[in-house]
């Protein structure tokens, strides 16, 4: 084995309790290694710091599997890793339809498997851990058929442009035998039918669970304007919660499509409406119009993935939440979400606060979430783990 020494006062992060080390923190590679090879760590002083795979091609060098030297990488030690995460999904969140494997936070860098009803999405990220998804997948398939679950078909979304950067083909497509990619879950009391192989990253945002319940108690008998709905979540939650009339919008044909499908799949469509639809361009309007919401949902895609464009992304929410708070009428609510890691809580909550300056409103927060357990935060490692803000506020006008 191949063994990696860092530079004296390299691997910072790493022993804050993070999961990578990056190509400016190592000194020198001893022994011959292939890219995505298993390798020992090792300080400046010689002491062992556990093992990785290692990528030269990569900023992220090496990405940490154990703090263990002597640790044996093999199936056993792989079918302890998933058995662990299975374990915890089950004791913490309705395991229906979530988020079984989330990457560093469950030891296993660089890998995603969702669980759609039967079905596994899986995306790899890092080259060592994509040299070992199958293994992964089949130890996760025997571990969920001894509670009962059999899964019909594996789905791969490995189509992200970060695959690029670590030297390897975006790939997109079933592992295994082909099946129908088009999967019905049901979430809090909530029917929705996902498209693995057409929607966006995994085909559905599990992230969200339980922040799609908390909107909902606040919706009963409301009017609800849910913005960049994908297919149609928070919307629906709210017309199950009671709400008088929702509209829905988002950018994408393709997912007010499929959130209208949702509806009706739910009896909703007389009360819940989608529109396809530039946010940033529909809410002046909608302001103009004198439209006024008793709860607004502002749920965007990140609007940054690197910390250089920060700066940007921060005009991007200041905008788009001022824009909403003007929507809200008094005493009515707004909720709000970041789904970048770079825009972190006290930046997000900043901004927002700059909005509601701007648009004359008081505000008072109700709670502050992050994202659903099956997701969960690596304290240390909160790099590759923590990224989504959730918000909720009541507005008020100046008094």
């Known amino acids: 084995m191949a063994s990696v020494v860092l530079k004296k006062g390299g691997g910072r992060t790493l022993k804050a309790g993070g999961a990578w080390i990056y190509d400016n923190e190592i000194e020198r ?15 400046f002083d010689g002491y062992p710091m556990g093992q990785g795979f290692l990528n030269t091609r990569s900023k992220i060098a090496v990405r940490m599997l154990t703090r263990r030297r002597d640790t044996v990488i093999d199936e056993a030690f792989l079918a302890r890793r998933v058995r662990d995460a299975w374990e915890y999904r089950k004791a913490t969140v309705d395991t229906a339809s ?86 019905e879950i049901e979430e809090n009391g909530v029917r929705y039918i996902v498209n693995v192989a057409e929607g966006q990253k995994t085909g559905f945002f599990l992230d969200q669970k339980y922040n799609r319940l908390a909107v909902r108690r606040l919706c009963r008998n409301a009017r609800v304007l849910d913005c960049f ?16 009339d929702v509209l829905g919008v988002d950018a994408s044909e393709t997912g007010v499509s499929q959130a209208r499908e949702n509806a009706a799949l739910n009896g909703l469509s007389d009360r819940v409406k989608f529109l396809c639809a530039d946010v940033f361009e529909l809410l002046p309007e909608l302001e103009k ?45 707004l ?39 099956d997701h969960p935060i690596l304290w240390g490692g909160d790099e590759a783990s923590s990224y989504l803000k959730f918000f909720l506020f009541q507005v008020c006008e100046e008094r």
Do not use: W
């Not at 709905?229 to 008088?244: D, K, P, R, Y």
């Open 289 to 333: 119009q004198g439209e006024r919401y008793d709860v607004v949902i502002l749920d965007p895609p990140a609007f940054t993935k690197s910390r250089t464009a920060t700066k940007n992304a921060v005009k991007g929410y200041r905008e788009i939440n001022l824009r909403g708070l003007k929507l809200v009428r008094d005493g009515g609510y």
């Open 98 to 183: 979530c988020r079984v494997i989330f990457g560093e936070a469950d030891f296993l860098p660089g890998l995603v498997v969702d669980k759609f009803s039967d079905v596994l999405v899986v995306e790899s990220l890092a080259l060592g851990i994509d040299r070992l998804k199958c293994q992964i997948l089949d130890a996760l398939k025997e571990i969920l058929a001894e509670d009962g679950i059999r899964i019909r078909g594996v789905y791969e979304r490995s189509d992200a442009k970060v695959r690029l950067l670590e030297g390897m083909e975006r790939f997109k497509g079933f592992l295994g035998e082909p099946f129908d990619p088009r999967v």
């Open 229 to 244: 709905t994908h297919t149609g979540s928070f919307a629906l939650n709210a017309g199950v919660a009671g709400a008088a």
């Open 335 to 373: 909720a709000t979400c970041s789904c970048s890691h770079f825009m972190d809580p006290a930046l997000f909550a900043k901004t927002i606060r700059e909005a509601a300056a701007g648009a004359h409103k008081r505000l008072r927060q109700v709670e502050y979430r992050t994202q659903s357990p």
């Open 29 to 43: 590679i001893d022994g011959d290694f292939t890219e995505g090879d298993i390798v020992e760590v090792h300080d």
